[in-house]
């Protein structure tokens, strides 16, 4: 494998993202990233690696699963969880790079998702470790929410294409920034507002590919924190178990449509129960009783 040369990962460093090259990064081919990516995204130095992460996000489109999720996104959460192997310059490249293709991408392609995804790396690096400033969250929680309220394309996996999966991917951007100590409640509610968006949203299919598991653990990360009171929970839990356009639930059996939102609701709510039950924590198995309402509202 040819190490990328030094002048050019200088200047990876410095052209913003989005006029990267396409993908295979310049300087790699597809040869070269399937024998990086045997070797567990290992054994290269600090500047092809941090040029490398800069160009691999130009990946996260491709239509090919094997190096869109398979290469890419494992190359770049495999370096985002180990430590130093992603100097603060690169994350934060990637952090303002990240949200700019969630904004511009929301149709129905990978990319918008697959940036979630990674989004959700660069956010977990924050959490552990403080690095971003107030400002740099509180744009992440706006795009983060932003995002998964506008997702439209509610596309798992198929095959031969994998997965594109944004209410899920979405999630765990949410869950992410839910388990940050440095968000506040006002942040919190913002994150709990825009996972209630697509528990059961008007036009999704059943939900069959873990979106709802996905959905309910930022809103247990964020209950955890104990900002929010039982009033506000209850609230929280009427938009989710709200019928609404229809004017009942009983209308939801003369349409495969309302069939879908009905499943979507109840699965939701049966995780979310399932999770507050199981947690051993007593602030969070006092929220049980009120999911049980919504339960019955959503017969």
Known sequence: MRPIPAALASLALLVPLATAAACPPQGWDRGELDA???AGF????????????????????????TLRDGIAYEALATWLRAGPSLSPATREALLETLQARLAATPGAGFEAPFAALVLSEVARTDRVAAWMTPAQRQSVVDAAAAYVEGIRDYRGFIDGEGWRHGVAH????????????ALDKVQLSRLLAAAAAQVAPVGAPPYVHGESERLVRPVLFALQRGLHDEAEWRAWLARVSAPAPMADWSEAY?????????????????????GLDASGNEALQARVPAVVEALRAVP
């Open 42 to 65: 290992a054994g290269l130095a600090e500047a092809p690696r941090e040029a490398l992460a800069l160009g691999l996000v130009d990946c996260l489109g491709d239509p090919d699963p």
């Open 254 to 274: 003369r349409s495969e449509a309302g069939l879908a939102r009905r499943h979507n609701a109840r699965v939701f709510l049966l995780v979310l129960y399932a």
């Open 170 to 181: 979405g999630a765990d951007l949410l869950m992410q920034l839910a388990l940050n100590p």
């Open 36 to 38: 990086l990516k045997g």
